[in-house]
């Protein structure tokens, strides 16, 4: 994760107080007392985070997990012996012994009276709102039984809904000022889109000139969605067109399910993080009408077939051939909000970007072309559906190049949420579907393509396959039950060194590309992987500067905090606890896969045999798995 | 924007930066000088200030917005800011503001049409003994009376 404290001015910055690292030293822990129970915290400790050891909740609102301390909403005042008022508890450190008390008639009326202020300046109906039951401004008016509006109520909405943008919808009437999304889009990804404008009761959360959304900068992450506690911010949700295309006995509908929703949308219904339903989301989105359901690691493995052949062909060109200018190091794509990031803040690395499409795009190409032709479908009948842990996604889509196939690749990018309301308009509840598997000719995928939905992920299963390749050995060999620990994690920025001291023979796929591989013996091979454009920033600020990365040869980049699994098409809440439990969803499963590298996957071998007949990086996947860039630059006219 | 207009003013940050520094509390006396030459901060200066000190256009932005004397609007070279709090009101605001607005022939919140004059309501000045209290830029005018006030209004350039 990104420096909690962020950017904000030293002036802004709430008092913090570093924890010291080894608390048996004097003055290393704090003792205080919570409602006359003796405890003992590490200085520095916040009473928040004091309380929530000691299971003493607290009502919060401008307080999220993965931010800093903003400390505005004051939802979370407690009575702090000594002091003249109430004190906020998320901003206050503990430095010296105290007593507090989280409940007495002071705190509840003031806590009260908060919530009613709050509620006095919401526009919003709880039943027409997508977050009807997950809200947190709707939880605390339950929690403290607000039922009358104390302070008055908002009658007529006061904004216009932005509605511009192809993956974030606004709706300023239900927001509350906790800038949530203010510090996401800032600290996590660095891209700046909103900040507050305006102040007193005008004060609103909006954009550079309030311009719409479409207008400005914002890579469409969906971060600030899954960080907002209201549905004042939401995606831009194409459930009535899929349900209108389903409902259509003209429209063959398919869905391709990327690997980072399976392992989240049982959080939809109730079951804790951690848990993966893929074989009964199958069922569920069969029974929904869906004709087929395709699985996007699938072309994961394919993406590592042509990204991994492209990284070759740039280091042959760079060290065999001694060419100028060969952009290095190679940077992934299958990110939509990283790409659209580059584009603004550094198109001039747009020669770094691989040309590969994102796995979501190439099997939109397929299901129109090859999948169409194999079944005798006209492509303008079928309505390709994509269903992503992103926001971006939706975006991607609607990228006016994306049209390969002659029509919309992909027509929908739908959200693990949207896919979970789906379900339960369907009358289904999931976890009680039996399990089935994926359909063919794409149902086989391998765990590499899995893993692609956590941070280090698309790394790990490009080094499985290439050290294989390039080698002759077995991941095994290499590491331990082929897991490659170095990527693996959620520390912001990664860096792995893998020596190469054997070389194998070229396997049959790249003859045509490399005479042999002695040029890569005793070499190493230097990677790294980021994930949150906060990190991305530093990864390439520091290659601008010539530093380590620049070095690299691949580098991984992910948009959102987590990699994919934390994507902002999740279901909320996403915190640090909630993205461990999904990853390891994922790596478990990968795990228990027969098949977990992308070049062993014989429908990938098949596709080339059948479709892609000149190979990896060759001319018909170059017009249909291969894309190209926009440099944008970040200037607003 | 031409594209000279905009070197010109790229430059003029530039410059401003060097001399108050590229952190972020720099960022209200170079807004403040930008105001003072170009009576609003345009959106290509924003754009250009934010660059330079390494934070987001739409931070520049909200803290124009948030300070009265800062404008992301073009404005007249005169600003003319009437209290409009309780102490003034009791003491006759409105029938000065209605006098000015007579005669500049434009409503608060307006700009004449040779940019000499934009009229604007603002809270409390701090002479609420001596109301109905007006600024002019950064110049106070107490105890105003309509015909005083439109005296006044006249001789500005
Ligand atoms: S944001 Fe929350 S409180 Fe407001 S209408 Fe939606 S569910 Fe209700
Ligand atoms: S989608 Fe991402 S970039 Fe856009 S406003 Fe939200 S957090 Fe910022
Ligand atoms: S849009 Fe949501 S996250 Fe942003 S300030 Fe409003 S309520 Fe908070
Ligand atoms: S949660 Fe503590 S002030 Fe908002
Ligand atoms: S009320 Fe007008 S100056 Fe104070």
Redesign the pocket.
Known sequence: MSDKEGRAPESQKPLVVEKPDDTSKIGGMVSMEINERKVQVPLGTTI?EACRQNDIHIP????HDDLCT???????VVEVEGMRTLQ????YPVTNPLKIKTSTPLVRKARKHIIDLLISEHYGECYSCFRNNNCELQSLAKEYGVDHYNFGHVQKPRYEIDKSSFSVVRDLDKCVL?KRCVRTCIDLQEVGVLEAIDRGDKTRIDTFMDKPLADVICINCGQCINRCPTGALRANDPRDEIWAAIDDPNKHVVMQTAPSPRAAIAEEFGIPAGKSMTGEMNTAIRRLGFDKVFDTNFTADLTIMEEGTELIIRLFQALVEKKEGVALPQFTSCSPGWVKYLEHFYPEYIPNLSSAKSPQQMFGALIKTYYAKENNIDPKDVVSVALMPCAAKKFECNRPEMTDSGYKDVDFGLTTRELAQMIKEGGIHLPEMPQTHFDDPFGDASGAGLIFGATGGVMEAAIRTVVELVTGKKAEDLFENANVMPVRGFEGVKYAELPIPVVGPVPEILKALVPNWDWLKGATLKVAVCHGTANAKKVMDDIKAGGKFSECHFIEFMACPGGCLGGGGQPIPTTPEIRKARAKAIYTEDESLPLRKSHENEHVASIYDKFLTDGPCGHISHKLLHTHYTPRGKYID | MLVMEKNFLQEEIEKLVETFGNSRSALIPILQEIQKKHHYISEFAQQEVARLLDIHPVEVYSVISFYAFLSSEPKGRNIVRLCQTITCDLAGKYSVAKAIERELGIAFGETTKDNRISLEYTNCVGMCDQGPAMLINDKVYTRLSPEKAVEIINEIK
Request: net charge positive.
């Open positions: 928040l919060t609102l401008c307080h903003a400390g505005v909403c004051r939802v979370c906020a508890a998320c901003a906790c």
